[in-house]
């Protein structure tokens, strides 16, 4: 259990890494959108392998047939299924370490959780099992721009110490898509790639943060006391592969901050309730206020590196380990869209439940 | 609605601040646990207002009925309901500013969301909802401790730019205790105290980090994709009020690091297989390791200062705020029980998950 | 678990029949609605025991509070806390037979499943249970009326073989509440009422049918495959201590008819799609069609009889049962206000359901 | 939404009758499990159209693939994917009627809930939905098997006004697969046969009763109070196509009985309490008892005809159906597999559900 997301826009992904295919079923999606692949695919191939040099070389075109949920282009409100099948898998390439355990990858808690586990690419702990949370962010963005005019737009802000000087409220995904470390912060932009590609030649990985700022959000969306924005945000992004940690708006720096400075001031503006800082990060009690939702997400460097590392094996003996595998010396660009998609998901369940329970 | 979490055990608050009373409802505690009261009281009693110069000066006991659940000192397996009433509650200190927005508060949202609030001590926003937690809490503790002797203990990590140093490995709790701001390093404590008192006479307020450990999780909890343990420790911690950030293990300052320094490297000892360094946080693929859980919160300053704040009404009209209420200068101390009781919830309803899910 | 139900208007019930005391709380009421403890009690009075000849001599008054989630007179949008006293309970008088399992009772099952139990008027098993549930159906309804104008009205429609005649279209509140037994079908009634009264003097009991109808359900509520309409209806009414059937529409008897026969043929009237006749019960396909909705639900008789019974105690001796407590010989009048209470929850589910995932 | 059912046994079904396909997704299944598409297939084999005279012409192989969630013939613990493509789609038959509301189809209410529909075949309506629930009802009761030799079997109980005499205790799967209307009393099965036939040749249709039994289930399934075992089967029962009734145990007959009639009383054989009767069809208190579970379902005439109907169109006008499209007249042989399906993949839930919440 654990596989699906979200209470009124519901999503539910499968798949492993090596398996017959990846996907997701969007169980809520209102009727009457249109919606063919072409949406789905634009993202897939934000998230795909192979892009470019930053990127793991595992070729896999992503290409997704919509099984369910539309008709003559449109959303019927019944389940959309959502299929990639897998092209590239090379299950070979990973069978003579198929009984080692990786470090800092899932393959020791598979095991103890489940006592059998697919020892291929890492099964369904692979990052490619986003591949279904890409195709679901697709529709609820298109719900959200429908609905409110919605953008949700992520960038790498950060890679190792390499930090990136970004406006939430000006940034463009045109600005992000123009590098290839999607930073667009040109500069920053042009040192990540260097310090990425000195990792790989160093046969090591790098981490950072990504940030993700969520544009049109009307006030009022959000469940209190559980369900606030700000914890099915942090949920949302905590279970991406690789995550280790979330912020909202002013996140650990603020904490620096006294009272006074952190507050952020309402005034009014146009007749609309405005705030002069947005410390908040457009969430205040769990419910958005209206201003830019923003949140960053902490990346760890790829575990997968192809320095030896010690380790044991299923049978309990040290082993050493060199990594063959294909990866990603750095996850942070194609974590953008991946980012980007589960905001969306959690923005478009919480548009749905507002408008559920919104006065009698 | 979001006023529940977990799946097997399942919690659900209710209650305002400044109502009849709040509570918690415990839905799939395990039957024949020995629980009294007392059990609870000794939670709410850490967690409630009075308690020490540092905190609010609201007099609540906080007394707890339990009026089901339990049987002969034992519970029963159905639902364990906890009543607290209000006692101190001093509505008509806030009647004069109940139009006013208050800056960094819930009032605009609740009244953005609902069209309709008390504007009685932050009613359901108060952090007096986190009683019903807390209780909660100290019921999952005891399953813990009961079929695993998992324990879980948090502290005050940091106050604004004070930083304690504490070993998660071999903190106790008397060391929390023993210190008016549950830091346990008591140099960094006295200097924490002398900065909350410091801005409670500025009229201004302090944020800061709180770090809890959970020792003794056997390996296999949590559920992957969504409901990783990390993942529903990100949403739990996420959802404490003024919570505006959280990190499993290395959290966002391992990012900095490459893949090389960052890996946990496996090695066996004494048949089990262990980590040389916890980076992971006891959390591999969202499932535990057998290793501490280790994860932090950051807590903004309180939102309620003494000084003169810009805001507005709910007629739109500039006004200047000058609050009364009554409210902590800093939340950390009082964070330390809940966040404790938050950590315990996730980890017992995993418990539980996994044991429903175990082999055939 | 189990104690909650429903998605976006969620009730949850704990207490046990003598324990300190019972009641719900309901999470997703939406904001504003007028709610106060006299709109519950009227319902409550209806359930309780002791109103008449005809049920149980326990005297509880039933009185209700609302703990929560309302501010003058209004609901917040707020979890509703509602707490109703055990007072009459009288628990020695189960003492004697504490350890031997009633026929057809929950005793054994409660013991097989929990290995642990309150024997203490069968604990949760109780129908006094049903107060949190009845006080839950007061809010729906009131949350229907308000917003489309439903009414809920269920009656008695079968006691033992005496059955009554009553128009689902026309039936009126006020003519069922004018007889003991809830059956607004007067010369039925007082057949009814002898027949439980000849029944009680033989210390044995009845069992009967209960007939509900809404009316004013507009099309389109209900969300197939699963959550369908109906199937939220049977689970509802089929969770009822001692339901043991279910019909919706035609219901079983409608089997015996051909297609041609059963079909409900279209025809449009004041530009609205009618059926001429309605053994489809107002839902197709799960669905809400605007016609009445009509179930029925099945009681069998009474598990605690007079009579001595043979049975066995919990070290698995042989022992005879000759029952004391306090009970009703026939739980139909009585399970009126509950049927109606189950659908109203139901249909307030899904009238919030439909709000939030209508059109984009 | 509403396409998802259980709680640690989730099913989530997709698909159109005339899409790209239809499928499940199983989240929850204990790892370990051998598992093949042949165990699914025997199953889907058992529902598909065209196996004899009796059922719809329409030639769908109905051949299914898994897509994940099992590797070297065992299953992962992760979701288990499985799509069954459409192969003999023929829209183009309903095209004359794509604006017109056949009668007790659900072509109005779809139109009316989501303001758009396919008219292809009925669509999420087609009964072809449950290939996904039976392919999940395989995999449930290898679960059951596996875990408790819990087999489930039904068969077709009446068909119109031809009753069955089935013992529950002693019915094999092989007497229900002898005869071409699954009904295990051959004299019977052969006037059922006569009947359908007749009504086919005279353009009609014909319901009756599917009863199902439940053996080798331990006491303690089901969880009190909503989600008691009896309430989930009939909410799964119920949200079949067709299904307008549903009973455990002694149902609406019992309730004719009086309480001393139909109490089951316990007595003990081979050190295990059972009961002498079975009317609470092996359910107590919502909670199994250990004895045959005993469940009923009323299917109504299937709605599709070939007389000619009175109804209306889209825009409201008058019409004639004369219905084309392929279809049962009778969906009871069809129904067989599809309720020991729902019934198989409740227990399966339950028996989870049980294991998590056991003792301390």
Chains 1, 2, 3, 4 share one sequence.
Not at 20 to 43: K, M, R, S, Y
Not at 58 to 77: A, K, N, Q, V, Y
Not at 97 to 125: C, E, L, N, V
Request: net charge neutral.
């Amino acid at each position: 259990m654990g596989s699906s997301f979200g209470r009124l826009f519901r999503i539910a992904t499968w798949g492993e890494s090596h398996g017959g295919g990846l996907g997701v079923t969007i169980d809520g999606c209102p009727p009457g959108l249109p919606l063919t692949e072409a949406d789905l695919q634009a993202e897939l191939d934000r998230r795909r392998p192979g892009q470019s040099v930053l990127t793991t070389p595992r070729d896999e075109p992503d290409t997704c047939e919509i099984l369910s949920g539309t008709f003559e282009g449109r959303t019927l409100g019944t389940p959309i299924a959502v299929l990639v099948r897998n092209k590239d898998a090379r299950p070979a390439a990973y069978a003579e370490f198929s009984r080692i355990y990786r470090p800092s990858h899932a393959d020791y808690t598979y095991q103890a959780k489940y006592d059998f586990r697919t020892w291929q690419g890492g099964g369904r702990a692979s990052a490619r099992e986003t591949i279904g949370r890409v195709a679901a962010g697709a529709v609820a963005r298109k719900v959200l721009a429908e609905a409110f005019g919605v953008e949700v737009i992520a960038w790498v802000d950060r890679v190792a110490d390499v930090d990136a000087k970004v406006d939430p409220a000006a940034v463009t995904r045109a600005a992000v898509e123009a590098t290839a470390v999607r930073c667009p912060d040109e500069a920053a932009a042009a040192r990540m790639v260097e310090r990425i590609e000195a990792a790989r030649n160093a046969g090591d990985s790098l981490g950072g943060v990504v940030r993700c700022v969520g544009r049109g959000v009307p006030p009022g969306w959000g469940d209190p006391v559980f369900d606030k924005l700000d914890a099915d945000l942090a949920k949302a992004l905590m279970s991406l592969p690789a995550c280790k940690g979330v912020e909202i708006g002013s996140g650990f720096e603020g904490t620096r901050l006294t009272g006074s400075q952190h507050n952020d001031a309402f005034f009014m503006e146009d007749g609309r309730v405005r705030t002069r800082t947005n410390r908040s990060g457009g969430i205040q009690g769990g419910i958005s206020n209206g201003e830019d939702i923003l949140v960053a997400a902490a990346f760890k460097p790829t575990a997968t590196i192809a320095k030896p590392q010690e380790t044991v094996n299923e049978a309990g003996e040290a082993v050493t380990l060199k990594a063959k595998g294909r990866h990603d010396p750095c996850v942070l660009p194609r974590a953008v869209p991946i980012v980007e998609a589960m905001v969306a998901v959690v923005l478009c369940d919480h548009h749905l439940r507002q408008r559920g329970q919104c006065g009698v």
